[in-house]
């Protein structure tokens, strides 16, 4: 059955308005051009505005269209809109017209891939707590495929936001920078019936991997900007690239971050686009 190599990027933020990041996609396009994985899979955010300005999404499905091997996305808050606050919709919560949007240009927010060995698992995170009927069929799509995937066979969840952390970053993060309760504690109990599962996301603009005994989580750099620390504390490395993922018959992971050729390494500041200020 052989491995599977996988480029994982997040948080391109492609927009008109953010010329650095389409040169910093480029930068990506040449890697995977020499480097030739089998796939790449986009956890979100890929683009600035796209949830306000259906146009960002119609041309970052174009610069998507120029990678040289197949490709798998799905959406970030940026893309779609994000999850309620607290329980409390506004102007930047997600809406069934917003994802429609997605889905109409990049494709399906949510899919499942087998591959290698694997079974690939992709969520729209940001309908968790939206009260869309979208949020209820995603629940009973995804306990379906638990349902109908083989006994034992290794999985690998991809989502925008984060799953978890250690209990006190947890404490103390602003609401929206993790999966939000009750979805979270749903789905680690999800994952608890799969064998050794993978989380893949991206949102914090930093790489990090963190390793429980029943769980791995592997945070996908920005290709685009990082946050300054006088707005996000370093929780992993602060830097532009991809993560190299490489998913190996026998159940196994590997996980690396790379910094492709040309990327420049961006930090935000008062003439970069704000991603946090529409």
Not at 7 to 13: A, F, L, P, R
């Amino acid at each position: 059955m052989g491995e599977l190599r996988a480029i994982v990027t997040s948080d391109t933020h492609l927009s008109p308005r953010a010329p650095e990041a389409r040169a910093n996609w480029d930068a990506v396009l040449g890697h995977v051009d020499r480097t030739r994985p089998d796939l790449v899979l986009h956890v979100g955010d890929l683009t600035l505005d796209g949830m306000s300005d259906a146009r960002e999404l119609d041309r970052a499905r174009a610069l998507l269209d120029r990678l040289s091997v197949p490709w798998y996305a799905v959406p970030g808050n940026h893309d779609v809109g994000d999850n309620p606050v607290n329980g409390h919709a506004n102007d930047e919560t997600i809406t069934s017209e917003g994802r429609q949007s997605w889905l109409d240009t990049i494709g399906p927010d949510r899919w499942a891939i087998n591959r290698a060995g694997w079974t690939l698992l992709a969520l729209n995170t940001q309908l968790f707590g939206s009260g869309l009927a979208a949020e209820a069929a995603q629940w009973d799509w995804l306990d379906d495929q638990l349902e109908s995937m083989p006994a034992g066979q290794p999985t690998v969840m991809l989502m925008h936001k984060p799953l978890s952390a250690p209990h006190a970053e947890l404490a103390t993060a602003p609401p929206y920078r993790f999966v939000p309760q009750p979805a979270r504690q749903r789905l680690e109990r999800w994952l608890d019936r799969r064998a050794a599962p993978l989380v893949v996301s991206g949102h914090v603009h930093q790489f990090r991997i963190l390793e429980t005994d029943a769980r791995r989580d592997v945070w996908a750099p920005t290709t685009w900007a990082v946050l300054p620390d006088r707005f996000q504390a370093p929780f992993g490395v602060k830097r532009c690239g991809v993560v190299s993922l490489t998913l190996t018959a026998d159940g196994q992971t590997r996980a690396s971050m790379l910094e492709p050729a040309g990327i420049d390494q961006i930090t935000l500041t008062d003439d970069i686009p704000d991603p946090y200020d529409r």
